[in-house]
């Protein structure tokens, strides 16, 4: 009996520990997006992380921040560039 009550004691809590773990951590969803101006303005930490980061961390950073512009503006891009490549291939 008291076997199954340490057993189930152990199971119980290898639950609730990592739940409540999580429940602690900070909501990261409300963060600002990564543009130019909010590079410029960090300070302290994430201005030494950012110092520190490696020439492939930043490149994969940068991969990021292309994200945070606009879809359209991405797609414009695209068909003016289309539009460009269609007219040289004409004879």
Same mark, same amino acid.
């Given at each position: 009996?008291?076997?199954?009550?340490?057993?189930?004691?152990?199971?119980?809590?290898?639950?609730?520990?990592?739940?409540?773990?999580?429940? =602690?951590?900070?909501? $990261?969803? !409300?963060?600002?997006?990564?543009?130019?101006?909010?590079? &410029?303005?960090?300070? *302290? %930490?994430?201005?030494?992380?950012?110092?520190?980061?490696?020439?492939? =961390?930043?490149?994969? $950073?940068? !991969?990021?921040?292309?994200?945070?512009?606009?879809?359209? &503006?991405?797609?414009? *891009? %695209?068909?003016?560039?289309?539009?460009?490549?269609?007219?040289?291939?004409?004879?």
């Amino acid at each position: 009996m008291r076997k199954q009550t340490m057993i189930a004691l152990a199971v119980a809590g290898g639950i609730l520990i990592p739940s409540l773990v999580m429940a =602690q951590q900070q909501d $990261t969803t !409300k963060a600002k997006p990564v543009t130019p101006a909010t590079v &410029a303005t960090a300070t *302290g %930490k994430a201005a030494k992380k950012a110092g520190k980061q490696t020439e492939k =961390q930043a490149k994969r $950073t940068a !991969k990021g921040v292309k994200k945070v512009y606009s879809r359209k &503006a991405r797609q414009e *891009g %695209k068909t003016k560039n289309a539009q460009r490549d269609s007219l040289k291939a004409k004879p």
